[in-house]
């Protein structure tokens, strides 16, 4: 499966190690564009979906990472995908 190529609204990031860098990515998105898409679980190079294991805590430190690290404060949709073939 593949996503596409990053544009000024949408960013890729391999995994949720990469959480730090994706907060400052969103950051600047909104300041730019007001909304925006990031996805974790995705090569940066060519948008194909590399996947990874998430529980309910890779989640919700995702969801707190836009609480704790942009403001002023946003309200993210965080979501768990699944691909065609898991």
Avoid: C
Avoid at 38 to 60: A, I, M, N
């Amino acid at each position: 499966m593949n996503l596409g190529k990053e544009s000024e609204t949408v960013e890729h990031k391999r995994s949720t190690s990469e959480l730090r860098e994706g907060m400052e990515s969103a950051a600047s998105i909104l300041n730019k564009h007001g909304r925006g898409t990031l996805y974790f679980g995705v090569r940066p190079s060519d948008g194909e979906v590399v996947g990874q294991d998430v529980s309910e805590k890779t989640l919700r430190d995702v969801s707190q990472a836009f609480t704790n690290r942009i403001e002023p404060r946003v309200y993210p949709t965080v979501e768990h995908l699944v691909t065609e073939d898991g």
